[in-house]
């Protein structure tokens, strides 16, 4: 009896740190597929933020180009007019009347972009946009890259600006830059 007992013993112990590493081995692999399946939807909401954010950027290039063939100017307030301060960017509160311009607040009140405005547009991330126009009307537009470095567009009448989803301003001329450029 002495025998078999101790037999039995050994065998269930035996089986029972068997079941202890399958159920280790099964927690992480689950954990794996966890981070992988994570950093998968991480990447598709990501992704799908940029593209709704370049989207809603050519929405306001393209008003900004009709609202210029409309009118023969520039959306944005009168006083801004006929200065040569051409690197004038547009974000935060003083981007707001230029979204009220084209939403409507025009002489013919036209909707050129059709938004509720109340403030300036953010992008997916939360901060807002930062636009640039050739308010010299050079047919140029030159936008900030750096701070020790502005990029002219050729051809381009705006310039939009996203720091993305750092939301930090980053070298648009290197790859690893999150930043996205609408013209
Ligand atoms: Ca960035």
Redesign the pocket.
């Given at each position: 009896m002495n025998l078999h007992f101790h037999h039995r013993s050994a065998a269930e112990r035996g089986k029972a740190a068997f079941t202890l590493i399958e159920l280790l081995t099964v927690i992480a692999i689950i954990a794996i597929l966890v981070t992988i399946l994570w950093a998968a939807v991480r990447k598709a909401i990501n992704d799908a933020k940029e593209k709704f954010a370049a989207a809603e950027m050519r929405e306001i290039v393209n008003a900004s180009i009709a609202y210029l063939q409309q009118y023969e100017k520039l959306p944005v307030p009168e006083e801004h007019h006929g200065g040569d301060d051409q690197l004038r960017p547009y974000s935060g509160a003083s981007a707001t009347p230029v979204y009220q311009i084209l939403a409507g607040d025009n002489p013919l009140e036209k909707v050129f972009l059709d938004r509720q405005v109340t403030g300036p547009l953010l992008d997916p991330w939360g901060t807002s946009y930062i636009l640039w126009f050739d308010l010299n009307y050079s047919g140029d537009t030159t936008y900030v890259n750096t701070p020790s470095d502005n990029n002219t567009v050729s051809g381009a009448r705006v310039v939009v600006r996203s720091?993305?989803?750092?939301?930090?301003?980053?070298d648009v001329d290197y790859k690893t830059?999150?930043?996205i450029l609408v013209y």
């Open positions: 720091y993305g989803r750092n939301r930090t301003s980053d830059s999150d930043d």
